[in-house]
T-cell receptor
Framework: GNSVTQMEGPVTLSEEAFLTINCTYTATGYPSLFWYVQYPGEGLQLLLKATKADDKGSNKGFEATYRKETTSFHLEKGSVQVSDSAVYFCALKDTGRRALTFGSGTRLQVQP | GAGVSQSPSNKVTEKGKDVELRCDPISGHTALYWYRQSLGQGLEFLIYFQGNSAPDKSGLPSDRFSAERTGESVSTLTIQRTQQEDSAVYLC??????????????FGEGSRLTVL
């Protein structure tokens, strides 16, 4: 079956630090990969996505590259801000499946 | 509406009672999903509606859970004879189709259910 594994949080960083949140997946087909973000008091919203191997998704300074050989989709940002504090969810949509499979989420706390 | 709307935002109930949670998707979105987010857990898929097709109920954890959707409008998730392990945040999401389908799910803020 499909699954998504994320690094456990919370991840606590100082402002302007480099961020990596690891995500690996297991899928039976050729999935699309997503990062969703949940800011405090808000619903989940799409941050970025990649639909095939070697694609790089990017948005708001965040990037993630679809690595088929390592079945990974790690989220990175070069310089985090306090406003990036949120919970980040990695997700996949496998071919032939309509529902997304989500990881358990990683809470990021950025301190000024 | 402008976004996905869910109600109630918070619900506290006693064990054994029935509860109904409502989701109003983005206007024109044909696909609607229910997920459950338990403390420390990821999002657990419950059920999926697509237009007038038969829903995908493969994620419902027991027969105490059911959901309905009339056409492409409001959906109701019903939990009968609630148990303490049903305590979670229930999330609804919708997605456009055809030209409006970017693959992105649009989520509501969730309904937090606490079963005492």
């Amino acid at each position: 079956g499909n699954s998504v594994t994320q690094m456990e949080g919370p991840v606590t960083l100082s402002e302007e630090a480099f961020l990596t949140i690891n995500c690996t997946y297991t899928a039976t087909g050729y999935p699309s990969l997503f990062w969703y973000v949940q800011y405090p008091g808000e619903g989940l919203q799409l941050l970025l996505k990649a639909t095939k191997a070697d694609d790089k998704g990017s948005n708001k300074g965040f990037e993630a590259t679809y690595r088929k050989e390592t079945t990974s989709f790690h989220l990175e940002k070069g310089s985090v801000q306090v406003s990036d504090s949120a919970v980040y969810f990695c997700a996949l949509k496998d071919t032939g499946r309509r529902a997304l499979t989500f990881g358990s989420g990683t809470r990021l706390q950025v301190q000024p | 509406g402008a976004g996905v709307s869910q109600s109630p935002s918070n619900k506290v109930t006693e064990k054994g009672k029935d509860v109904e949670l409502r989701c109003d998707p983005i206007s024109g979105h044909t696909a609607l999903y229910w997920y459950r987010q338990s403390l420390g857990q990821g999002l657990e898929f419950l059920i999926y509606f697509q237009g007038n097709s038969a829903p995908d109920k493969s994620g419902l954890p027991s027969d105490r859970f059911s959901a309905e959707r009339t056409g492409e409008s409001v959906s109701t998730l019903t939990i009968q004879r609630t148990q303490q392990e049903d305590s979670a945040v229930y999330l609804c999401a919708s997605r456009g189709d055809g030209l409006t389908n970017t693959g992105e799910l649009f989520f509501g803020e969730g309904s937090r259910l606490t079963v005492l």
